[in-house]
């Protein structure tokens, strides 16, 4: 039996074709040497264009490229955090979040939100967990792991309370915005509020499945990019301008591949619902975007195998997955999903069916004392 992967954060598309030739030509070209620490100017510009198509307006200036989308948030956690300072994340949320943070002079507060609320924030409970400490709320939308989409009123009332703390950044990871399926996606960017304090960092490795070339990018107001620009070239320097070619290129024909990758996931995300309806005890909602389902399974915590051991904890769960079917899942609880597991979509069909097919029997095979 071969081991298939569902935890993994990339998906099975190959980068785009005009990306790969962009890389060679500019290799070809000698492009081999610093660039600018803030980027190539004609990077900024095909991102500047694409939020313009839009309706967002932004300047080039607002603009900073990164070495991938955690990077553009490392970044931001050592420009506008001392230490001591707060960030509230809603969770379930990214475990990245909680691992960028560890390594920043910040605190890490979490604003739990539950499935049966849809993961929606409530403005309350936002406002009772901000403090004079805070200094970032910070969310993925599409949401990682529960594959939940923040409606535009969702994020206005999060700027609301914004407004009421000046000294409060919201800091809002769209990477994988171009992936959403029945519901439209609304950018911080285009959303009313204080926009002198938002701030959107977006990549190239989800959506353009390009999470091998290590490019993301922030989008801010300039004071902002400015002092990350400032972090950048004292650090990292900035992104190899080949790579750059290759996701400006990727940006500017971003239309010819979404378009299959899009129905693609959307029958792929079918077909894993219709697999997780056919198992007993396990809850789910209907991912709007990304390409994760967040499956409670915890009716199975405190179930025994047919070896007689028990599985006490989400990451026994996994575990069991992992030695007796061979099926990796991500462990929730990393999230702040207690007995949930992160199953991605985004694998090989014939994959996908196997995996299910497994999940299924393992679950099946466990004794669950009832109570
Ligand atoms: N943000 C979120 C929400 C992610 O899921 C990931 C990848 N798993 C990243 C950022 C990291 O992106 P990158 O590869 O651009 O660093």
Not at 9 to 37: C, E, H, M, V
Not at 66 to 95: C, H, M, R, Y
Not at 241 to 252: L, N, P, Y
Request: proline residues 5%; hydrophobic residues 40%; glycine residues 6%.
């Amino acid at each position: 039996m071969t081991e298939i992967n569902l935890s993994l954060g990339s998906s099975s598309f190959n980068s785009p074709a005009p990306a790969l030739q962009a890389a060679i030509d500019a290799l070809q070209n000698n492009k081999t040497f610093y660039g600018p620490a803030e980027g190539t100017a004609t990077l900024r510009q095909s991102i500047v264009d694409r939020y313009t198509q839009e309706g967002i307006s932004i300047k080039p200036e607002q603009v900073l490229v990164t070495p991938g989308t955690k990077q553009a948030l490392f970044n931001l956690l050592s420009i506008l955090l001392q230490p001591g300072d707060e960030i509230i994340v809603p969770t379930p949320a990214w475990f990245g979040f909680h691992e960028l943070i560890k390594y920043s002079p910040g605190k890490l507060v979490t604003l739990p939100t539950t499935a049966s609320d849809n993961y929606s924030i409530n403005e309350a409970d936002l406002r009772k967990a901000i403090t004079p400490k805070t200094r970032l709320i910070l969310l993925t939308n599409p949401a990682n792991p529960t594959g939940g989409l923040f409606s535009r009123t969702e994020i206005e009332a999060i700027l609301r309370v914004l407004e009421e703390h000046p000294n409060v950044y919201f800091i809002c990871d769209e990477i994988y915005d171009l992936y959403t399926y029945d519901s439209t996606f609304t950018s911080a960017l285009a959303c009313t509020g204080p926009q002198e304090r938002v701030i959107v960092v977006n990549g190239f490795s989800k959506t353009f499945a390009m999470s091998g070339w290590r490019v993301g990018y922030i989008i801010a107001p300039e004071d902002v990019i400015s002092k990350a620009t400032a972090f950048q070239s004292g650090t990292y320097s900035g992104v190899s301008v080949f790579i750059q070619d290759a996701a400006e290129a990727a940006m500017r024909h971003r239309a010819e591949g979404l378009q299959m990758m899009l129905a693609t996931l959307e029958s792929r995300r079918q077909l894993t619902q219709e697999k997780l309806q056919a198992i007993p005890n396990i809850a789910f909602k209907l991912p709007e975007g990304a390409y994760y389902f967040f499956p409670d399974l915890s009716y199975y915590i405190g179930s025994t195998t047919t070896s007689g051991t028990t599985i006490n904890s989400t990451a026994d769960l996994c575990t069991y997955l992992q030695n007796e079917y061979k099926l990796v899942v991500a462990n929730g609880d990393n999230f702040g999903g207690k007995g949930h597991v992160r199953i991605s979509f985004a694998v090989e069909e014939t994959e996908l069916v196997e995996a299910m097919h497994r999940l299924k029997n393992a679950l099946s095979k466990l004794t669950v004392r009832e109570v």
